[in-house]
């Protein structure tokens, strides 16, 4: 090789060296930047076709090196709208393009980040620092299920609304032998109750209340959320059979005849009702089904339902003190209530969590991965756009989970990046050199034909 090769093959080794140390300046420039991912630098010789006995080293050109799928660190931020990937996916997000009547319009093209510093913008939805918006998929608040294609999240402040009560769920031990204020272990009998034909009135109410046990106290709700409280009690009727009873809240003492305690299936006419039945190991035996009507007992047009599926049974239990041993009583019914809280699940669930205690899932957010993430084009924002190199993005967190309340830091290490700047500027220095060399060897040829 000529003097004049070696002198190019040195350009080409700065023209390198001076890319590698452009990465390293933007690596140390976004070392806290959100969900940065670092760009190494690898090199590669292009070698002349010589004979084999005129080889030669050739000169060098410089490429970028992805490292998408290298994660940065974590760190806690007490913002519940803020998250962090674990793994190798992507959020799913999008950019405003314009906006209407001052409501963002969207591109229709995802991007791709890493960057999950999401708030609430003032029309309600999800946007990062760098003003990309996450999108994802509105989720049934009853059923969990997807509603249409996935799009930019939004958030909704209102009322999550009344729900009236149509199921109480009982489940608890109800004892052998119901230790009531009128049982007597010498009179037998003395632990069971009867009803009257004209049911419990106000004057049958102190005997019904000396021969039965409470089964606790729940609180029900008609369709605009206005609260009723009743009370059940258990009466043994029989060796292995019980009624349930509750507080009517129809009441009246002005009616005439007016029940203040309806047994389940009863109702407040003079029809039988329903025998809970226990085998004798203390299994239900009737009614079958696990639920049965609590006729009478009707909150805004709808009829109670009492559940005891999750497990009613009879057996001796000395820790209730001969009571109902009441493991869980609750209903299904709620009122009107504003958001108190919202947080994200593992697998990347919006929830909401209300003043009246409900929670329920707002949405899911879109999340990809690609079978060569190094490959994806780099974007402002700590974004990434397709590639044909990348692959097409596949739907999901690819074993990873999402970290609500998280941040991921940029995967930049500092110190690491000093060592490569000094060894990049010493190989730049080096090849200068090479060029100051190459000079003066032409200038002593010159100096020969003086």
Do not use: C
């Not at 005129?54 to 803020?82: L, R």
């Not at 992507?90 to 980040?113: I, M």
């Not at 049911?199 to 959320?225: H, I, P, Q, S």
């Amino acid at each position: 090789m000529s003097l004049f090769g070696a002198m190019t093959t040195s350009v080409t080794g700065m023209r390198a060296q001076s890319y590698a140390l452009e990465n390293i300046s933007s690596n140390i420039a976004n070392s806290q930047t959100t969900g940065y991912k670092r760009v190494d630098t690898s090199f590669m010789d292009l070698v002349p076709d010589y004979p084999l006995s005129q080889q030669i080293g050739g000169t060098v050109m410089a490429f970028a090196h992805g490292t998408n799928t290298i994660s940065g660190s974590y760190q806690a931020t007490g913002n519940a709208t803020n998250m962090a990937i674990t793994g190798d996916s992507f959020f799913q997000v999008r950019k405003a393009v314009g906006s209407v009547a001052g409501v963002p319009t969207f591109s229709t093209s995802n991007l791709y980040s890493r960057r999950g510093d999401f708030g609430v913008d003032r029309n309600g939805y999800l946007v990062n620092g760098a003003g990309y918006f996450l999108v994802g998929s509105t989720l049934d608040a009853t059923t969990g299920a997807a509603l249409g294609a996935p799009a930019p999240i939004k958030l909704s402040a209102g009322l999550v609304p009344a729900k009236a009560s149509a199921t109480v769920e009982f489940m608890g031990n109800l004892p052998e032998t119901p230790h009531t204020s009128n049982y007597d272990p010498a009179v037998p009998g003395s632990d069971r109750y009867a009803v009257p034909g004209t049911g419990v009135t106000l004057a049958e109410e102190a005997n019904f209340l000396k021969r039965t046990v409470t089964g606790g106290t729940v609180t029900l709700y008609d369709g605009v959320g206005a609260p009723t409280t009743t009370e059940l009690r258990w009466a043994k009727t029989g060796p292995s059979t019980w009624n349930v009873y509750y507080q009517n809240p129809a009441y009246s003492a002005a009616t005439a005849g007016s029940q203040k305690w309806i047994a389940a299936g009863r109702g407040t006419t003079a029809a039988a009702a329903t025998d809970f039945t226990f085998d004798t190991k203390g299994a239900v035996t009737a009614p079958t089904g696990g639920a049965t009507a609590m006729t009478g007992l009707t909150i805004g047009g709808v009829t109670m339902q009492l559940d005891f599926s999750k497990g009613l049974t009879q057996y001796n239990d000395t820790s209730s003190s001969g009571g109902v041993n009441v493991r869980s009583l609750k209903q299904d019914g709620y009122a009107a209530g504003t958001v108190n809280d919202v947080s994200v699940t593992a697998d990347g669930r919006i929830v909401a969590s209300y003043s009246n205690g409900v929670t329920t899932p707002l949405a899911q957010v879109a999340f990809a991965h690609f079978n060569a993430p190094n490959s994806l084009k780099r974007e402002d924002g700590s974004t990434f756009s397709e590639t044909l190199e990348a692959g097409l993005p596949l739907d999901g967190l690819n074993g990873g989970g999402v970290m609500g309340g998280q941040l991921e830091g940029s995967n930049t290490d500092i110190a690491e990046e000093f060592s490569k700047m000094i060894v990049t500027q010493q190989a730049y220095s080096a090849n200068t050199k090479i060029i100051t060399t190459v000079q003066q060897m032409l200038q002593d040829t010159i100096n020969i034909v003086r």
